[in-house]
């Protein structure tokens, strides 16, 4: 069972649960940068939330089908054409061997998830099979996905099962993101931060991390300290003035102010950050936030039992 | 008598600074050795831990860790086998050597000189595959990072701030004044044992003929 990968997309990659146990050796978790749309995908083929999917920024992705098998997509909005007609997202399709299918462009929202039943089959290192671009491991060689490519799937009976995410657990997509955060270890650098909050994503954005300019405080000193464990999420600000949000596939240490840490509950909206969104900081307590992610998880439950955000 | 600082890194990592840095390693690897954490990272002053918020409360990890603490005893800490490692300083390899030799008020030969005469040791693993925090350089050697980082600085370079040397796994963007690279591969996934380096361990450079 494969797939032959005829349009590649925008460093499309193959993503499944993150590492962990790595990161003293430099080596980051990588997964999705949206976990949450990429279990909704894996849900509709009866997959694990976290088996693997391939990731698409931006779509633009053309796949040939080499066998009868179920897939699904889930994450930012986009128009799916399955063998010359429209499909919908966020529901079981299912394509026959020779038939082809298309992902458009998206306006809205960063990121694409296309699940197959039985998963894609990838490279291991270190524990996972997600795709880790600045060290090249994992996934498709350790690289994004290009025109000839052939991805394997796991061997999984289709179930059969025409599957639709409920209503309630889709989520909106905005050019506006409120993020929860709460204080990282150099906070008293930006006192008074949450006033006047006026911050948008630059044009500098990948899986490492994202560029936020805006109203923040200027460093009073070179804005450099000892390095010290970072994590996606971590919101450093540089002496450019701007900062800078990680995201899984970022350094493990830096020595830049740690100002910020957008809490685990969301993190997944991280990932569907585009160039020009507005983002706006709620402060919270890390008990407070704890609780954020218990809700979260609670609220998804009944449909996707085992997600780990 | 050893003293621990605890502070929070958000909502599911904590950060445990000693009042000796030495500390830190047989601390990490006490805490990896424990199985109770999902990463145990050192830096250069800290050692985090990241664990699930759903599993654990931030307050029930940070007590959790306390109460481990109270009853930590750092054993002697085996430091690695040492390595030869050759360096490369031909220009292509060294763009910022020059212009450090001159802010120090030194010739790149008695620059380098320094730099293979300290009596080195890897720090540290992190930032990205590979790249290892060197201590134990000539503290008279002075350089800060670039204003602006490079975009892409070749796998293997070396960097100097003061105080250390970084050495590069990857080839990537990198924001350390460069002197040169060395001949050896830092990280290889493909390798049995992809990392070369290990924290503790004791680097003798030598410079290679051009």
Redesign the interface.
Known sequence: MSFKVLKPGVQATLQAAPRSGTRHLGVPASGPADGLSMALANRLVGNPSDACAIEMPFGLVSLEASTDCAIAFAGAPAVIELAGNNAPMHRTLYIRAGETVSVGAAEIGARFYMAVSGGFLADDFLGSASTCLPAMVGGLRGRALQAGDCLGTGEQEPSFDELETPENMLQAFTHAFALRCVDGPDAELIPGWESGQDYEATRRADRTGIEISGSWPPLTDAGLKPSAPVFPGTVQLTPSGNAFVLLPDSQTTGGYPHVLQVIRADRHLLGQIRPGDRIHFLKRTPDEAATDLRRKTAYFRDWLPDLSL | MPAFHL???????V?VQPNDRALRHPL?KAL?DSGEW???????????V?F???AL???EAMGKLEDWLSSFRAGAFEPGRPIDLHLDCSADHAPDLQTLADQNGLTPHTLLERVTGSELVVD????????A?VEGLDPTLKA??L?VPRQKVMAGAVGLVSGQLGFY??T?PGGWPIIGRLTETL?D?ERAAP?LLEEGQVVRLHLVDV
């Not at chain 2, 540290?124 to 790249?131: C, D, I, K, R, W």
């Open positions: 502070f929070f890194l958000g909502d599911d990592a950060a990490a990896r999902i990463d145990t990272v050192p830096g250069k002053e800290v050692v985090a990241h699930d918020p759903l409360r931030p307050t540290m693993l992190g930032f990205t595959p590979g790249f925090y800060e990072r204003a796994g990857l990537g990280f996934p990392f």
